[in-house]
């Protein structure tokens, strides 16, 4: 049975030495609040083109804390993309990433980067305790 969770997250980004001048490199620390509480540790790679709104990054993103008052942490994908600023971003749970109470996690995180706080809506699938 899928279920949502829904809350807000705030991020620091730290910029990380890489050796390519056309890419781009990035720790990304989160403060997650809501259904899904806890914290995330990213690292991502990002392009711009020379085209005003095109760019790409993907993203691994290690996520610790409790889901629906179950606790373990798991890890997320990301895969954005914008096309002269119009942008697509798929970010999924890695399979078999989930530990803990949360092993055999799956599901899709959406994100609204609209507000001050960026806000998430998780629809994720979990075995029943």
């Known amino acids: 049975m899928t279920r949502r969770a829904t809350g807000t997250f705030t991020t620091v980004f730290e910029p990380l030495p890489i050796d390519d001048d056309t ?20 690292e991502m790679l990002s392009v711009g083109t020379p085209i005003d709104g095109s760019a790409g990054y993907v993203a691994i993103d290690r996520v610790s804390g409790t889901l629906h ?5 798991f890890v997320l994908q990301h895969f ?3 096309d ?4 697509t971003l798929i970010v999924q749970v890695v ?9 055999g996690l ?3 995180l959406q994100i609204d980067n609209d507000s001050e706080h960026h806000r998430y809506v998780f629809d994720y699938d979990i075995a029943p305790r």
């Open 23 to 42: 890419l781009g490199r990035t720790r990304a620390l989160k403060t997650i609040e809501g259904d899904l509480a806890g914290t995330g540790r990213a």
């Open 69 to 73: 008052g179950r606790s373990g942490s």
């Open 80 to 82: 954005g993309l914008m």
């Open 84 to 87: 002269r600023g119009a942008g």
């Open 95 to 103: 399979p078999d990433s989930g530990t803990d109470e949360l092993t």
């Open 106 to 108: 799956t599901g899709t």
